[in-house]
């Protein structure tokens, strides 16, 4: 299985609204990341979770909480998101860190977000 | 610091042409280079990549791509392309961490 899965596909929100995406990938991969991605645009970093320990934060605003319950298991909790964080959510995982090189990421499909 | 530029943002060509993705990087130290594809509404998924050892890589969907260093160059190429190759193609660089170029949409005509 070299699938990683997000739910939901599509979700629109409103800026008071708490919300939630949900990665999943059962390769046994140790690090997992999550991406935003304009439109037209190559995905830019967020976060990456490295032996389920958050080992990079890429200045993302607090609005934004990462969440890594156990290695199988990444969440992106939303709240009090402004319009211009609409965007596509991308997951992805790889076998190591890499921090330790050459080791390619799998994405899922990605959560298309709409901040109403 | 690693970067990588890609040459063009957008490539039309018609379809069982070949063609050319041109992708140039930058890094102090040794590299590991991907090229992925996208479709629209879709994630990333890797095309191919150069690690180390000969420099012509192979793919998938008949793509491959050649790791020159004295010209830090890693272009995508294919010999006949097809409809269904129209997407967005990035080039990465990793090290500590993998960086994306801009992306080339690739535009397959009939």
């Known amino acids: 299985d070299t699938e990683v899965t997000q739910t939901p596909k599509h979700l629109v929100m409103g800026m008071t609204n708490k919300k939630s995406l949900k990665c999943e990938q059962h390769?046994?991969?140790?690090?997992m990341y999550w991406y935003k991605q304009k439109a037209k645009k190559p995905p830019e970093l967020m976060f990456v979770?490295?032996?389920?320990?958050?080992?990079i934060n890429e200045s993302v605003p607090s609005r934004f909480s990462p969440e890594c319950p156990n290695s199988s298991l990444l969440n992106l909790h939303l709240h009090a998101l402004q319009p211009e964080d609409s965007a596509l959510y991308l997951c992805?995982?790889?076998?190591?860190?890499?921090?330790?090189?050459?080791?390619?990421?799998?994405f899922g499909p990605g959560t298309r977000l709409t901040v109403t | 610091a690693q970067s990588v530029t890609q040459l063009d943002s957008q490539v039309p060509v018609f379809e069982e042409a070949p063609v050319e993705l041109r992708c140039n990087y930058s890094?102090?130290?040794?590299?590991?280079l991907f090229w992925y594809v996208q479709y629209p509404n879709q994630g990333l998924q890797l095309l191919l990549k150069?690690?180390?050892?000969?420099?012509l890589v192979k793919g998938i969907n008949g793509f491959e791509a050649e790791f020159n260093k004295s010209q830090t160059s890693f272009h995508l190429r294919k010999p006949s392309v097809h409809i269904s190759d129209t997407a967005e193609y990035f080039c990465?660089?990793?090290?500590?961490?993998?960086?994306f170029g801009a992306g080339t949409r690739l535009t397959v005509k009939p």
């Open positions: 390769m046994g991969h140790r690090a």
């Open positions: 979770y490295s032996y389920e320990k958050l080992s």
């Open positions: 992805a995982s790889s076998q190591e860190p890499t921090l330790a090189g050459g080791y390619e990421q799998y």
């Open positions: 890094s102090s130290v040794s590299v590991y």
């Open positions: 990465a660089v990793s090290n500590n961490d993998m960086r």
């Open positions: 150069y690690l180390s050892g000969s420099t």
